[in-house]
């Protein structure tokens, strides 16, 4: 990567079935929080009771606190992408279908001392979707869904397919109701269909082999330019956001910018 419009050329060449993360270190993997918050404690019964104990304190304290502003969410999937919204650890890993709300979010929580290089992955969502329901109708004889029916349904097939089978599959999906956050950012998730497993561990299947999955890499010494380039675009934290925790986000990041 020599320069900031080879970046943006290899950006925009990628076709429309692309979802992609920024990440502030390319030396990170992909992981979910629930994955960084186990780290080297990981376990299958660690990572099911830690999913069960934060699933039941949310649900049950959840009509405590929301003050009646927010719709109680009716599938497994809205309950994980709400309380992934607020911070608890899921195994929902956020994704996009902007390269360059990507970028931002690689921006975002960049230690400017480190000069680590950037990096955004970027998933082809359909070869992968395709590849996952392949899977799921080699083992469920009476599984007719495509990735048509399923857009229409998203959280009932993965609360009563994906999850119920826990089948070995990446699965990148959004609920039906999203939250106003998500759709600012064209807001997704790539997900272990196999609670049990990393989404490491179930990319590497053989069912992946071909998929497109890259990683591009992008030099600390491009942040600068990507930071005027998104700024133009007027992608920040202020349009991302939405709220005063944009706004503060964007202040801090420009302060940044200019120390």
């Not at 395709?130 to 109708?137: G, N, Q, T, V, Y």
Request: with cysteine.
């Amino acid at each position: 990567m020599k320069s900031i419009e080879e970046l943006f050329h290899n950006l925009n060449s990628l076709p429309n079935h692309f979802a992609y993360r920024g990440q502030a270190n390319a030396e990170w993997k992909i992981q979910s929080a629930l994955e960084r918050v186990l780290g080297d404690e990981w376990s299958p019964i660690r990572a099911r009771t830690f999913e069960d104990y934060s699933l039941d304190a949310f649900k049950s304290k959840y009509h405590i606190y929301n003050n009646g502003n927010e719709h109680t969410p009716k599938s497994k999937l809205a309950w994980l992408s709400v309380m992934q919204h607020y911070g608890v650890p899921t195994r929902l890993i956020d994704f996009t279908t902007s390269p360059y709300t990507a970028l931002y979010f690689a921006l975002e929580t960049y230690d400017v001392l480190s000069k680590n290089n950037l990096a955004v992955y970027a998933f082809d969502y359909t070869d992968i979707m395709e590849k996952s329901i392949s899977l799921i109708k080699s083992r469920h004889a009476k599984f007719n869904e495509t990735r048509h029916s399923i857009s229409k349904k998203p959280d009932e097939v993965f609360d009563e397919i994906v999850d119920v089978h826990s089948y070995d599959i990446a699965w990148i999906t959004e609920p039906c109701e999203l939250n106003a956050r998500i759709d600012r950012q064209a807001g997704t998730f790539l997900i272990s269909g196999n609670l049990e497993r990393p989404i490491e561990s179930v990319l590497s299947e053989s069912i992946y082999d071909e998929s497109s999955m890259h990683k591009i890499i992008i030099p600390f010494q491009f942040l600068e330019g990507i930071f005027v380039g998104l700024r133009k675009m007027n992608i920040n934290s202020k349009t991302i956001y939405g709220d005063l925790g944009g706004l503060a986000k964007s202040i801090r990041m420009e302060l940044q910018q200019y120390n």
